[in-house]
């Protein structure tokens, strides 16, 4: 598949924010396209994460515009965003932890699973079903990432790499059209960083467009699409792997900067 | 005997009362974590309002409903206007405000009702009920079923409604309830609406029995604050069981002690709970990673 044969799904265009007189980010443009894993990368403190807070709604961009399936939803809040099929992970987990990992799951169907309150409340066998629709759902996702036999316990007494798994189960609950992932590998082993890696292409295979952070450079050189790199908030240099890697402004900010790191 | 009973009949009276203040505290601390100390107030303004009304030529239903609503449409300005703007402020902070709003709140209804002790007719009479040598109000009987009612529609609210688990949610992650689609403002404002009109319920069914005036509030919110804590914050039965428990320690000190410690006890329960059962009777466990 090459790049330009499908429609642009989502489209970051003249991003920026700053922060008192700071420009965290400056004028990044961009565009992702469905089944495609596109990826932010950059040295730290390059704004990655600000400019997902931006396209995801957490934070409102004090210039440029964001574009989902011919929208524009810049600065709309995440629960909006949820509703258009924008999902997205925290590099710091966003895990409801007093619930059970399989109500975290769950709590992903929650758009699927609405209806009217009073079914819910007499225990409507409409309400019922929605119930165990979801609930199913969520088992099945569980499955998917691994964590079917955690279903019954607290997630606050996961793991690291379970709980990011978790996150990105929750994520998928919400079947979207775009998924953000920000740094999912970032606190994992060597093992669980391939099983992350799969679960990634797999998504992208089913034809959610897939926007990533991550730092682990060997993962995003195989399975990313299409690499954005960032520098002091600006946008450097964009292209496939390969190109990308071996472009000399992307060395001298990123690989030449931090070649301890191979 | 017969004096035992009269005892427990007004210790389950009063308590229901608290009951009711203690589950309008479970739903705003379920969404937020913020125990709301103007919680009182929506006790207060609900007799006060309906004895208002009533006092204009209302009948008393249309009277109790208006208090109700404006009451709730109060609770929903004090999430918008001193509540949201502060989003992102520490708990202490919210609870702090929650405090002002209280002494606002307290100092407007001054203005407006005056200082005087008000109350409107009972709703099915004054004539006392006699049970095994001791009666009881019929109003009381209001009372008490008015808890109950509440405390089964929160419970189902909770436990069933999807709705209710988005209030938990909200509660417990406000950041991943956004993720997953929950519209978190909603549930803020929908939880200080049910919360406000709880506690004005509670102001209708007492005020024939307790009277009102304007400063009433500050004791309602710190005995329903103690059945809360001593059921254990933010779970609906706790707040029920905790209310009515108040109640009747309340009554049987005042009865075989001295009525003088009537209102020590609750802060006496507050102090044995924080020391010996931190969770209350029925509190969700806190696991916080760090």
């Known amino acids: ?262 | 005997m017969s004096e035992l009973i009269q005892f427990l009949f007004s210790g389950v009276t009063v308590g229901a009362v608290y009951a009711l203040v203690a589950l309008g505290f479970t739903i705003i601390y379920n969404a937020s974590d913020v125990v709301n100390f103007a919680q009182g107030e929506f006790v207060m303004l609900g007799g006060m309002i309906t004895w208002f009304a009533h006092e204009a030529g209302l009948p008393l239903p249309l009277a109790a409903l208006i208090a109700i609503v404006l009451t709730s449409a109060l609770g929903v300005a004090m999430n918008k206007l001193a509540i949201e703007p502060a989003r992102g402020a520490p708990v202490v902070s919210l609870i702090i405000i929650t405090i002002g709003a209280s002494i606002f709140i307290q100092g407007t209804a001054q203005l407006v009702f005056g200082k005087q002790i008000h109350t409107f007719p009972a709703f099915s009479g004054d004539t006392p009920i006699h049970v095994g040598g001791a009666t009881i109000l019929p109003q009381s009987l209001w009372m008490i079923a008015g808890a109950l009612a509440v405390f089964l529609a929160l419970w189902l609210f909770f436990s069933r409604t999807l709705l209710g688990r988005a209030v938990m949610a909200t509660a417990n992650n406000r950041l991943a309830a956004q993720l997953v689609g929950i519209n978190t403002n909603f549930v803020m404002t929908l939880s200080f609406a049910l919360s406000a009109a709880i506690g004005a319920l509670g102001g209708v069914l007492a005020t024939p029995v307790t009277l009102t005036a304007y400063g009433v509030g500050i004791g309602f919110a710190l005995k329903g604050f103690a059945g809360a804590m001593l059921g254990g914050m933010g779970n609906p039965k706790g707040a029920l069981l905790g209310g009515f428990l108040i109640g009747l320690i309340e009554a049987l000190t005042a009865g075989y002690l001295s009525s003088q410690y009537k209102d020590a006890v609750a802060f006496v329960v507050i102090l044995l709970v924080l020391f010996f059962l931190p969770q209350g009777l029925f509190g969700r466990k806190t696991t916080d990673r760090v």
Request: net charge negative.
């Open chain 1, 1 to 262: 598949m090459t790049r330009s044969d499908k429609e642009t799904l989502l489209s970051v265009e003249g991003l920026g924010i700053a922060f008192g007189g700071l420009k965290a980010v400056n004028n990044v443009s961009f565009g992702v396209r469905p089944g495609e894993i596109v990826s932010i990368i950059g040295p730290n403190g390059a704004g990655k994460t600000t400019l997902f807070n931006m396209i995801s709604g957490i934070y409102l961009p004090s210039m440029g515009q964001v574009t989902l399936s011919g929208e524009d939803v810049t600065g709309i809040a995440p629960h909006l965003l949820a509703r258009r099929g924008m999902s997205r992970t925290f590099q710091n987990l966003q895990i409801f932890q007093s619930m059970t990992v399989l109500e975290n799951a769950i709590a992903g169907y929650h758009l699927q699973e609405r209806g009217p309150v009073l079914a819910d409340l007499f225990g409507l066998p409409s309400s019922r079903a929605r119930a165990k629709r979801a609930e199913a759902g969520a088992r099945k996702l569980l499955e998917r990432v691994g964590l079917d036999r955690a279903a019954e316990r607290e997630a606050g007494n996961l793991s690291y790499g379970s709980l990011k798994r978790l996150e990105i189960a929750r994520a998928l609950a919400l079947d979207p059209k775009i998924l953000l992932l920000d740094e999912p590998a970032a606190g994992c082993n060597a093992v669980e960083t391939e099983e992350i890696d799969h679960l990634i292409a797999e998504v992208a295979a089913s034809g959610v467009a897939i926007l990533l952070v991550e730092h682990d450079m060997k993962m995003v050189m195989r399975i990313s699409n299409h690499i954005v790199v960032l520098d002091h908030g600006e946008k450097i240099a964009e292209g496939d792997p390969a190109t990308v890697s071996r472009n000399p402004a992307v060395v001298a900010a990123y690989l030449g900067a931090e070649n301890a790191d191979g």
